[in-house]
């Protein structure tokens, strides 16, 4: 008798993530019947998300952190009954290749398939500076967000793919191709389940005059007002934050490492720019703060 096989959805952050663990998690009945398992996801550090940061806190902790978690995740596998075991962190997207190195031992005893979405960096960029002023304590502006030495790092798929390709076969995604199909169904056709498709939406992005809007009030210590704020601009349909001129620049510096994941693994980036000015954002538009400031008086 073969390995039970493993499927590890490693993410990346902004491609749908959250709307994928959704389904896994609301389905995972659905999913056993088919002999999938989908582990619990209801230990810290994030119980009420439907993804593994259990694993991937343990897996940075390493030692007897990682090895209480695995053991945890195997006896739960086992109980199951069933044949693939399925996780889903996208933490494991981030360039900590030396702390994930220490799952070598867990991933051993599994026919690991790695699945993972990519997205055109230029987007990525903009969807993460959106995310991290609405969720975390951003105050920069999109210019310097999408050249911070870091933001970069953790853009580039290359390293990212080659790292976990070596633990077994790595399937890969572009993420606007995902969008047309839906999660559940890209999902289910990848790895020969039924899942049922959801229509709704998770974790959107605010746009990007609110984006500039929520830097500053991170830069001003204002966290609280955040959520009206997001209310306020949520029909502004300002969408891109970069501009022509950096999006080129950004699509440039990673021109290198994208042509060769199109050529190890098979994924090209459509060449087609947005419509836009060719500066980055660096000021609210005039007609979105009025239709915010209307919407404000309106909230309570």
Known sequence: MGKPRLILHIGVHKTGTTALQDILEQNRETLSRQAMWYARTDRPPFPEHAKHGSLFRAA??????????TRILSEEFRQSGCTTLVLSEEGFSEPRFSKFAALADFLAA???????NIRRQDYLIESLWNQHCKFRDE????????FDPEILNRSRFKPLLDFWSSFGEIVVRDYDQVKLSGAARTFGETFAVVLPETMQKKNLSPSANCALVLAELNR????????KV????RNDTRK???GGLLRQRLLNYFQVDNAAVAKTYGVTFETTLP?????PIRHLETTAVVQ?????SELK
Not at 110 to 116: A, G, L, M, P, R
Not at 220 to 227: C, N, R, S, T, V
Not at 275 to 279: D, I, N, R, Y
């Open 275 to 279: 419509s836009e000015g060719p500066e």
């Open 110 to 116: 599994f026919e690991v398939k790695i699945y993972c």
């Open 230 to 233: 997001i209310r306020a601009f």
């Open 139 to 146: 105050s920069r502006g999109i210019e310097d967000f999408a």
């Open 292 to 296: 915010a400031m209307a919407r404000m």
């Open 220 to 227: 001003l210590g204002l966290q609280e007002l955040k959520p």
């Open 60 to 69: 940075l902790r390493g030692g007897e952190d990682l090895l209480s978690e």
């Open 240 to 242: 891109h934050a970069l």
